[in-house]
């Protein structure tokens, strides 16, 4: 007698500083499980292994939501493949799609994190260019390429034509894709890093909250923005002391106006890329309100469409894709 049980799979996705593990039943995510652990904890940490405790615990509590037990299919993708993530595989070369993905996707056992195989997605890296200055070309992914083959996947206006996907984060990674859904390169700037890290660890600290807001003050961000076209980024990290110290404004504001400044900044030098060159559409995912407002400002930047993707497809776009990537090479060895 066949089983009716339906198909589930666990999707794992680690980045700098975030671990996410998702239940997909039927194609169909129905549960999720965050921990604030990344592989930066892996290379901070004196003892133990932080990232695979993380790991272990996010699949637990998404499996303690289900009834029908052990998952049909772990996959893992984003820095989970790197070097100091949970097992290293190798990228494969750009271009490539989801057949060279699949292809280089390793199935590894795992024990610390759990107790069958977990299904590793490799990353992609873009070559150099020639000349003394070629390297600067050279590019990596781990992760957004699972984002990238799933928001690909989710629309359709995209086939038969060249589009490019933004993907804000720690990293803010601008993915080129041909008319076949292919990812011929990509483009990394450490914007989200960068402005964190200066709000932490300089002393813009005293002048911010602790936190850096969700919804940050509209007229604050526009501030941020100009004077960053006018003076530089390093001038505007500064007016977040000067805005202190003259109670120009509140904290939240400066908070507001110190992320206007970065991805204003970021979306000025993104928008000349050639990845984003001519008309061809962009679509731009991530967490808000960064999504919003790279969208907003990139739109403003070049001639052709740029439209911010929709919350649930951008919350849930890295494990499709993933998903995609392991159910495709299980069709090819089989």
Not at 70 to 97: C, K, T, Y
Not at 158 to 186: M, Y
Not at 310 to 319: R, T
Request: a neutral charge; proline letters at 6%; glycine letters at 10%.
């Amino acid at each position: 007698m066949l089983s009716s049980r339906p198909f589930s799979a666990v999707a794992l996705d680690g980045g700098t500083t975030n671990t996410r593990a998702r239940l997909i039943r039927d194609g169909r995510i129905v549960a999720t499980a965050r921990r604030a652990v990344g592989v930066r904890d892996s290379i901070l940490s004196d003892h133990g292994n932080p990232l695979a405790s993380a790991v272990r615990a996010s699949i637990e509590e998404v499996l303690g939501t289900a009834q029908n037990g052990r998952p049909d299919l772990i996959v893992a993708a984003g820095m989970l493949s790197s070097e100091i993530g949970l097992a290293f595989v190798p990228h494969v070369a750009a271009p490539a799609g989801i057949d060279e993905l699949a292809a280089g996707m390793r199935l590894l056992d795992l024990p610390q994190v759990c107790d069958q195989p977990i299904a590793i997605v490799p990353g992609i890296r873009s070559p150099a260019g020639p000349g003394p200055d070629g390297w600067m070309a050279a590019d990596v992914m781990r992760g957004e390429e699972c984002e990238t083959v799933g928001a690909w996947r989710a629309l359709r206006q995209c086939r038969g034509e060249e589009s490019a996907f933004l993907w804000p984060g720690s990293h803010t990674k601008l993915v080129g894709v041909d008319a076949r859904g292919v990812i011929v390169g990509s483009h990394t700037t450490l914007a989200g890093e960068l402005t964190v890290a200066l709000a932490r660890h300089t002393l813009l600290a005293a002048s911010l909250p602790a936190e850096l807001p969700n919804e940050p003050d509209a007229e604050s961000l526009a501030a941020g923005a100009r004077i960053v076209g006018r003076e530089g980024l390093g001038r505007a990290a500064f007016l977040v002391r000067i805005a202190a110290i003259t109670q120009s404004m509140s904290a939240h504001q400066r908070a507001s106006f110190w992320i206007g400044a970065v991805v204003a900044e970021d979306a000025n030098w993104l928008a000349r890329h050639p990845i984003v060159a001519d008309d061809r559409p962009l679509w731009v995912g991530g967490r808000q309100p960064q999504r919003s407002l790279y969208a907003k400002w990139l739109g403003e930047l070049r001639r052709g469409p740029v439209v911010a993707l929709d919350d649930d497809l951008a919350e849930h776009v890295s494990a499709l894709g993933a998903l995609a990537v392991a159910l495709h090479r299980r069709a090819r060895v089989t």
